[in-house]
């Protein structure tokens, strides 16, 4: 067993040795706090600042609750364990847990090298456990997959759902198998050579189960939020709340050994502070890092375009490791759906999907025709490509279409291949949604469980009200989030991996990923070496150079029914090395042809279909190349 990091942890109950507990709780509205074990009930002493201590006896799997002023037991704001469901007591739970790795020699794969793969993990196995989900991390670390990141198991009320209503952000929830559990597989994910990344909800609290407001200011009217009043992060009693925050994170980095975290819709982190939360977070983390021995990410979700969420904290950035980049996504679901609706009406296609290759933000400073304003700012130079995860399919872009349908069922297969190689391709990190690896084609459904009636009406209707603006669905029948067939429906159909569909499919993911780790200019982030040589709505010719002298490669792309043939104003004589066409992806197995003239390279592209091209004499034997 290694020993417990010590980390800035003030909040929640510590278990310790000798058969006792040391309760704490932030409780600034109250008067008096007792600790409620069954019919007993202890006092806590005031301290100051409004918490409340005590050294009690107890041990692991204890129940205990609080009440304030006398009143109704409450579970801890800050508990690691909710068996019985967000409104019951609290159970105590050991934090040292049985770990096979040893922290401090474990080494996660760095961010900008990585390949994520994101699971729920309710649906990513008919069990919907940790662990059965350990089962399936052998194929994942076998694909190129080197971060696995975890939907929200922070617990919620209700069994089902995707995590970001949770309430009781110390406790994992229940139905995946609790606290002892999640460490387990986050144990079994370290010895296949997989790091974890924890997807984690600080900017509200679900709608059902949070008792946060009766012990403290944790809200505040000052802003508001899309889900209502905001986390208190700059009002009185704040200074608390943010320190509940940096506490959470580092419990989970320290305490379970994650390796990074995904910071969910950081935009709505409404904060006036001199000292942004996502400042504070990031440089104690950092210093988390120092302690431990290895380097812990932060990867944000944000809609702003905001240079200075990735920018280092000493010229004035938040210090993040890395952001989600949905303009990528966005770019490239227009080239291969052509749908216009929405927030897609703002994207061109490939154009765009050129931006955000060399740019990073498409909405660097451009205006947005459906915010009907200038959105974000250009990034600095220096900002690495390996700042930005981009995917083609996430549980957003999928779970929030009306069906939840997946691209596979949306875009025939020739042009799945050519989205997955522009992804893959690309200078950014690339990020799979569960199923992917083998053209899962079941949906991935919005689903709540929610057991108030006039909350499950709410959501209900909220779901059809969302897709107004998308007149695709418009008259579409919205499936019910509430109805346990709308989960079902959701869980993935792995019997599709072995068949012939599948095996290809995998087999080109597989193919696309060794060649992001052996080809040197398809292994750098650096912006500076990527450049457009040919862009139009239907075709793309981009080089990516290598560094240190390494050869450079281009990226050749037809997105039309026919074969076309592409001008590249490049010199000298290149080969084909690579193409999405080929027979062993499902492909029509029809070649890429490369010629050279007075105007530079003639390459022939098969409809739908993405080529990578090397200078000659730059082709890897067959034996090195992933097609071979």
Not at 113 to 122: D, K, N, P, R, T
Not at 258 to 271: I, K, N, Q, T
Not at 373 to 394: K, M, W, Y
Not at 428 to 451: C, I, N
């Amino acid at each position: 067993m290694s020993a417990p990091v010590v980390h800035p942890l003030r909040h929640g109950p510590i278990v310790h040795g000798d058969g006792t507990v040391a309760f704490r709780v932030w409780a600034p509205r109250a008067a008096t706090v007792e600790v409620v074990r069954g019919p007993d009930r202890v006092g806590l002493d005031p301290t100051g600042d409004g918490w409340f201590v005590a050294r009690l006896d107890g041990r692991a799997g204890d129940r205990y609750a609080f009440s304030l002023d006398g009143g109704d037991p409450r579970p801890d704001p800050a508990s690691l364990h909710q068996p019985e469901g967000v409104h019951a007591p609290s159970a105590l739970v050991d934090r040292d847990f049985d770990w096979s790795d040893d922290e401090r020699r474990w080494q996660p794969m760095p961010l900008a090298s990585a390949v994520i793969y994101e699971l729920h993990v309710g649906t990513f196995t008919d069990p919907g456990t940790f662990e059965a989900a350990s089962a399936h991390l052998a194929d994942l670390a076998a694909l190129g997959v080197t971060h696995v990141e975890v939907m929200p198991v922070a617990a919620f009320n209700g069994p089902r759902g995707w995590g970001y209503d949770g309430v009781c952000w110390y406790a994992v929830h229940e139905a995946y198998g609790g606290p002892t559990a999640f460490a387990t597989f986050v144990d079994a994910c370290h010895r296949h050579g997989l790091a974890v990344i924890l997807d984690v909800v600080y900017n509200h609290f679900g709608p059902s189960g949070s008792y946060h407001a009766e012990f403290g200011p944790y809200l505040t009217d000052r802003h508001t939020t899309p889900w209502g009043p905001a986390i208190n992060l700059d009002d009185e009693g704040a200074d608390e709340v943010r320190a509940f925050i940096v506490d959470n994170a580092c419990m989970w980095l320290a305490d379970f050994h994650v390796d990074g975290l995904r910071l969910d819709a950081v935009h709505a982190l409404v904060d006036g502070s001199a000292v942004h939360i996502l400042e504070r977070l990031s440089a104690t983390v950092g210093r988390l890092a120092e302690q431990v021995g290895r380097p812990l990410a932060l990867i944000a979700e944000s809609e702003r375009q905001d240079p200075r969420t990735v920018a280092p904290r000493v010229v004035g950035g938040r210090g993040l490791t890395a952001q989600w980049l949905d303009d990528l996504h966005h770019s490239l679901h227009v080239a291969v759906t052509h749908e216009r609706d929405g927030y897609y009406a703002d994207y061109t296609g490939l154009p765009d999907l050129a931006t955000a290759w060399t740019d990073g933000f498409v909405f660097g400073g451009r205006r947005s025709r459906v915010r009907d304003r200038t959105v974000g700012a250009p990034l600095p130079d220096h900002v690495s490509s390996r700042h930005f995860v981009a995917c083609i399919q996430n549980h957003d872009q999928i779970g929030n279409r009306a069906v939840g349908d997946r691209l596979t069922t949306i875009a025939d297969p020739q042009r799945v291949r050519f989205a997955i190689a522009l992804l893959c391709l690309s200078p950014t990190v690339p990020m799979l949604f569960m199923g992917e690896e083998y053209g899962e084609t079941r949906p991935f459904r919005f689903f709540t469980s929610h057991p108030e009636d006039w909350l499950a009406k709410a959501v209900r209707r909220g779901r059809r009200e969302e897709f107004a603006a998308f007149a695709d669905f418009a008259g579409m029948q919205v499936p019910d989030p509430q109805a346990v067939e709308t989960f079902d429906a959701s869980i993935l159909e792995r019997s599709a991996a072995a068949a012939p569909d599948g095996e290809a499919r995998r087999r080109l993911w597989t193919d696309l990923l060794a060649l992001r780790r052996t080809v040197p200019a398809l292994a750098t982030g650096d912006r500076r070496l990527v450049r457009p040589l040919h862009v139009t709505s239907t075709h793309l010719a981009i080089e990516r150079d290598g560094p240190d002298a390494a050869p450079p490669v281009i990226v050749v792309a037809g997105a039309d029914g026919r074969r076309t043939t592409i001008t590249v104003p490049v010199d000298g004589a290149w080969n084909a090395m690579w193409s999405s066409a080929a027979a062993g992806y499902g492909g029509s197995g029809s070649p890429v042809e490369v010629d050279t003239d007075s105007h530079g390279v003639m390459c022939t592209v098969p409809s739908w279909t993405v080529a990578l091209l090397t200078p000659a004499g730059a082709l890897p034997s067959r034996r090195d190349r992933p097609d071979a």
